[in-house]
């Protein structure tokens, strides 16, 4: 390990330690129980409606809809599963592609392989570390054909269904340019907004610029339900549609067992939408905390040299998971190994997507900017009350 980079970890470590109140280990994203977690919980398990039907379903759909400035949200098990749903409600099928980047948790790639559909990998800008519409708009004058039924790949001669841009750890991607590019190919965009629940694009929230979105509240995002995720639009129609196939497609009625599509089981517990009712309404308590660890970090991190992230002007963060870039693969790995070893918990960012086994065979572009990243980039411990 070379002295300069095992110098930076060490004082790294001491810095966050300094900042993170901690018996041993510090984790990367902890959650933060500090609003009417238990109140609501106790109160789910005393009335018995802990599963599939109950007041706190319709309560955290009716929250996350003023949040985000949607319509319609749609309360799942899981972020998953609001993008498999999101997915096929914007007309993803069988030998489609799918516009996405390869920089991005494995869900995004997995959900739109659950629709039998193919994932295009394009690149991110380095700044969001989001979709690129330069990318986009390259890819589209090459292969893209507007045709009557929408966009086909001139070279595959298959229809192109989506674009899945995903907002890199809260970052949000350039995603007005990016549907102004799709709207000129006829291509609907799904923002998997799984990590940005709180982020904004000039003023307009995470989730809302999508003909169709996904949130996730797993157990490391901004805000959990222990597990859970969900679907938010703008369109009356795909709500309703999104709450009918998330509920095995049945057709209301007293007591007949009917349903007339092939649905999913996808909705979110009553009790996992009590954890997460609290949550929600702690957002902004959370969000203010997360704020000011980042600020703490500027401060101590600008002095030992160490590069920390953050997004262009133009977004408002939710400062989901915060990064450090590093000078070389090297230096990312020995940062890694120093860390981990001396009780910080750090991660590096993904391995791109077309380097599984089950994606290598996909097309991608050069990629430039995601392996700039992939080699450079590490998150560091993101929530904590400091
Ligand atoms: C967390 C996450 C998801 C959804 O994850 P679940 O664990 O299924 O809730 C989807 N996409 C991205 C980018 C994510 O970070």
Redesign the pocket.
Known sequence: MSDTVYSKAKEFVTAVKDLIPAESFIPLHPPVFNGKEKEYLIETVDSTFVSSVGPFVDKVETQLASLTGCKKAVAVV??????HTALKLAGVMRETEVITQSL??I??ANAISYLGALPVFLDVDLDTMGLSPSSVRAFLEEFGEIREDGCYNKSTGRRISACVP?HTFGFMTRIEELIRVCREYNIPVVE?A??ALGSSYRGKPAGSFGEIS?L???GN?VVTAG???AILTTNDELGSKAKHITTTAKVPHRWEYRHDEIGFNYRMPNVNAALLSAQLESLDDILKHKKQLFSAYVSSFEAMGLKLNQPPAESEWNYWLMSVELNSFEERNAFLEYTNSNGVMTRPIWELMHRMPMFEHCYKDDQKNSEYLEARIVNIPSNARV
């Open positions: 899981n972020g998953t599963a609001a993008l991005t948790f869900a995004t995903m998997d799984a990590e996904a996730s509240f797993n995002k597990g859970g995720g």
